[in-house]
């Protein structure tokens, strides 16, 4: 039995039936790799019970402390069902993107059974008009809950799910895994009682460690090394409302190529920034559209993974965040690029002063009671729709995904693309994600916050074709190289290797040989 921790319990307590707080994935594969050129429902189904070993995630389940007390904690569920977690569906024709992104927005926006392990895996057939994707080719749409993973543990998940070639063979180890007893109620809520009591004394220690990160950063603000003023001020948006039960999503596929190539516009800058100014061009075009631009930056909260190599395959969360203005209010591309790298690498600069990793730390000793009651009464009581200035205007989470092909069942991934979880204040969320040759930006949104998920998508599209026109980078399809010309030399010489037909003597010589031997 293991206890969350501050930020993981923060998501459960954050879980509304407007804002279930889970993460996921559309994952697209290819069967045609798969032994037999297909595969079946049953056959997924196998191969994920062959591989819950390899994942703490996928037979936990959360248990909550009596009156939120203290966190809760995670238990082996003695009930797991895995085709209760895993389901199947398909899509009417003429099965396309746009389909399946419906599909896909449904799915995510149902929360989940937290009596449960908090994860669903909806298999998707009938993928028959998607570019780029093989004609019979399935989805499957993923969705685990927030306080079991964050980007990091969810690729190590993904790891435990595929392998790096099309072969299944079950892992050679037995699987160990036994069930937990449910705890008892009253020792947990005694513990936690007694933790509460413990919690001021945890909290100086934490602020006491805090303390030379404060200071520096301070120093830096002073001397004007970080300049955010763009970064905390943050306009109010459509973005920035009290959300409701329905989703939207949608996306674009880049070539990573392209995407590294647009780092000339400026010297030093990060595939990172690429995307950041990506997602801020097309928002300018979209707002500028709805006539509800801001006249200063709008601002995105960036993630940043702090979990060690030692903290792989562990669930909850190991991030910490930096804030990212997006440059929504410059219209050109090159110079968009330049304010964000800028703001970028200041706020990298505060965020390394501060200390990421304290940051986090320091997340872990909220507590519990207030931090549940102040979660309830901020959704309850609309607060997102009162607030002059937001915090952020939108989430933007970079989750860089295996530089080779992987395989699932058998079947190849051919793309990958992630959903984010909202809250109110946040009805638009991002996930940058790259695998093999490809990146991807994909969105998530409150339906009302985002009524044309299309046209916000093509915002993005001719965001990145300004920026590719900025670095005179050529997009056009590459031409497939000619066979070359066979000339009279090459086949002269091999008409003189051609295997001469035998003479007639030598046909008879071979004759009278099989005679003599049948003789």
């Given amino acids: 039995m293991e206890q969350l921790q501050g930020m993981d319990a923060s998501f459960v307590a954050l879980e509304t039936p407007s804002s279930?707080?889970?993460?996921?994935?559309?994952?697209?594969?290819?069967?045609?790799?798969?032994?037999?050129?297909?595969?079946?429902?049953?056959?997924?189904l196998r191969f994920y019970e062959e591989r819950m070993q390899l994942s703490k995630t996928m037979r936990q389940k959360l248990v909550k402390v009596p009156f939120n007390v203290d966190y809760p904690y995670w238990v082996e569920d003695a009930d797991f069902d895995l085709e209760y977690h895993v389901r199947h569906v398909a899509l009417p024709k003429p099965g396309d993107w746009r389909q399946l992104c419906i599909q896909a927005a449904r799915i995510f926006a149902r929360p989940l059974d937290l009596s449960r392990p908090p994860?669903?895996?909806?298999?998707?057939?009938?993928?028959?008009?998607?570019?780029?994707?093989?004609?019979?080719?399935?989805?499957?749409?993923?969705?685990?809950?927030?306080?079991?993973?964050?980007?990091?543990?969810?690729?190590?998940?993904?790891?435990?799910?595929?392998t790096p070639t099309p072969s299944v063979?079950?892992?050679?180890?037995?699987?160990?895994?036994?069930?937990?007893?449910?705890?008892?109620?009253?020792?947990?809520?005694?513990?936690?009682?007694v933790r509460a009591w413990l919690n001021p004394i945890r909290q100086m220690g934490v602020s006491a460690q805090a303390v030379p990160g404060i200071y520096r950063a301070a120093k830096g603000m002073i001397k004007?090394?970080?300049?955010?003023?763009?970064?905390?001020?943050?306009?109010?948006?459509?973005?920035?409302?009290?959300?409701?039960?329905?989703?939207?999503?949608?996306?674009?596929?880049f070539e990573l190529e392209h995407i590294k190539a647009l780092r000339s516009l400026v010297e030093g800058a990060k595939v990172n920034d690429v995307m950041l100014t990506i997602i801020g061009g097309g928002l300018h075009k979209y707002l500028k559209h709805h006539n509800d631009l801001p006249k200063t930056t709008m601002t995105a909260m960036a993630p940043i993974s702090v979990r060690s190599e030692g903290e792989k395959n562990t669930m909850g969360n190991q991030v910490s965040?930096?804030?990212?203005?997006?440059?929504?209010?410059?219209?050109?591309?090159?110079?968009?690029?330049?304010?964000v790298y800028d703001q970028t690498s200041r706020s990298k600069e505060m965020t390394s002063a501060l200390g990421?990793?304290?940051?986090?730390?320091?997340?872990?000793?909220?507590?519990?009671?207030?931090?549940?009651l102040g979660a309830q009464l901020y959704s309850r009581l609309g607060v997102a729709n009162y607030m002059v200035r937001p915090v952020i205007n939108t989430v933007v989470t970079n989750v860089p995904g295996p530089p080779v092909p992987i395989y699932s069942a058998g079947a190849k991934?051919?793309?990958?693309?992630?959903?984010l979880c909202l809250l109110d204040g946040m009805a638009l969320g991002h996930v940058v994600q790259s695998y093999v040759n490809e990146a991807t930006i994909t969105f998530t949104a409150d339906r009302d916050a985002v009524p044309d998920p299309e046209f916000y998508s093509q915002c993005?599209?001719?965001?990145?074709?300004?920026?590719?026109?900025?670095?005179?980078?050529?997009?056009?399809?590459?031409?497939?190289?000619?066979?070359?010309?066979?000339t009279a030399a090459a086949s002269k010489s091999r008409a003189t290797t051609k295997r001469k037909p035998r003479s007639s003597t030598a046909k008879k010589t071979t004759s009278s040989k099989a005679k003599a031997k049948a003789s």
């Fill in 20 to 44: 279930p707080m889970h993460i996921g994935s559309i994952l697209i594969y290819d069967p045609s790799t798969a032994p037999g050129g297909f595969v079946r429902f049953k056959d997924i």
């Fill in 119 to 162: 994860w669903e895996f909806t298999v998707v057939e009938g993928l028959d008009n998607v570019p780029g994707v093989p004609k019979g080719s399935y989805a499957v749409v993923t969705k685990v809950h927030h306080a079991a993973i964050d980007g990091m543990s969810g690729i190590d998940m993904m790891q435990a799910l595929h």
């Fill in 169 to 193: 063979a079950p892992p050679n180890k037995p699987d160990t895994w036994k069930p937990d007893k449910f705890p008892n109620r009253a020792g947990m809520f005694a513990k936690g009682y």
């Fill in 224 to 253: 004007g090394d970080f300049g955010l003023k763009a970064a905390i001020e943050a306009p109010k948006t459509r973005f920035n409302t009290k959300i409701s039960p329905h989703r939207v999503v949608e996306g674009r596929v």
């Fill in 321 to 339: 965040a930096m804030i990212a203005p997006l440059g929504t209010h410059i219209e050109d591309a090159a110079e968009r690029m330049a304010y």
């Fill in 356 to 372: 990421a990793r304290q940051m986090t730390e320091a997340s872990k000793v909220s507590p519990a009671l207030f931090m549940a």
């Fill in 413 to 419: 991934l051919v793309s990958m693309q992630g959903l």
């Fill in 460 to 486: 993005l599209q001719e965001s990145f074709e300004e920026m590719a026109a900025a670095a005179g980078l050529d997009l056009s399809p590459k031409k497939a190289k000619p066979a070359p010309k066979k």
